[in-house]
T-cell receptor
Framework: DAKTTQPNSMESNEEEPVHLPCNHS???????IHWYRQLPSQGPEYVIH???SNVNNRMASLAIAEDRKSSTLILHRATLRDAAVYYC??????????????FGQGTILTVHP | DGGITQSPKYLFRKEGQNVTLSCEQN?????MYWYRQDPGQGLRLIYY???????QKGDIAEGYSVSREKKESFPLTVTSAQKNPTAFYLC???????????FGPGTRLLVL
């Protein structure tokens, strides 16, 4: 699985958009980009994933660069409940790998009222 | 409602004692996983199972054991051989081994 790099922390104000970046310069053509978030003392929560095209769901949008070396998770209007650690993970879908999620340090998002 | 349950929420272990953490899912998922999380760190894979009666070691399996006798259940035993068991333990499941994983609420294990 490709190594991902994220900023240690970011801050936002409530009801403003948040763009969380992730670099994955060694990603292969069959690696999906997954985003999870984790609140204190809770299990990680799936947010969104994509391969090449931009993706939208009820929680967020995922913008993937054309060369796939980076991606951005977009929270359109941050709320206090969005304050969490956000993890960007590449998941190798080809070959015989079993789908292990490799969690790095993630980005701590602070949302100010 | 479908989901993953873990019990207990908190578990205390005495020195030299084996303890078992429960993980149950009613999502009809084939694959299940156990992760360990230490304070301020990401998750590390302990064991995973792609199908009933089959399981494989992850990155940090030493001192742990699992079983997968039923599709719905994947209990984790922390043995006395695990010298530093204090951590937050998370169970996850996915439809198949390379699909999106869904996590339970976790069990926090503390050593007395």
């Amino acid at each position: 699985d490709a190594k991902t790099t994220q900023p240690n922390s970011m801050e936002s104000n409530e009801e403003e958009p948040v763009h969380l970046p992730c670099n994955h310069s060694t990603i292969s053509g069959t690696d999906y980009i997954h985003w999870y978030r984790q609140l204190p003392s809770q299990g990680p929560e799936y947010v969104i994933h994509g391969l090449t095209s931009n993706v939208n769901n009820r929680m967020a949008s995922l913008a993937i660069a054309e060369d796939r070396k980076s991606s951005t998770l977009i929270l359109h209007r941050a709320t206090l409940r969005d304050a969490a650690v956000y993890y960007c993970i590449s998941l190798h879908a080809g070959g015989t790998s079993y789908g292990k999620l490799t969690f790095g340090q993630g980005t701590i998002l602070t949302v100010h009222p | 409602d479908g989901g993953i349950t873990q019990s207990p929420k908190y578990l205390f272990r005495k020195e030299g004692q084996n303890v078992t953490l429960s993980c149950e899912q009613n999502l009809n998922h084939d694959a299940m996983y156990w992760y360990r999380q230490d304070p301020g760190q990401g998750l590390r894979l302990i064991y995973y199972s792609q199908i009933v009666n089959d399981f494989q070691k992850g990155d940090i399996a030493e001192g742990y054991s699992v079983s997968r006798e039923k599709k719905e259940s994947f209990p984790l035993t922390v043995t006395s051989a695990q010298k530093n068991p204090t951590a937050f333990y998370l169970c996850a499941s996915s439809i198949h081994r390379k699909e999106t994983q869904y996590f339970g609420p976790g069990t926090r294990l503390l050593v007395l």
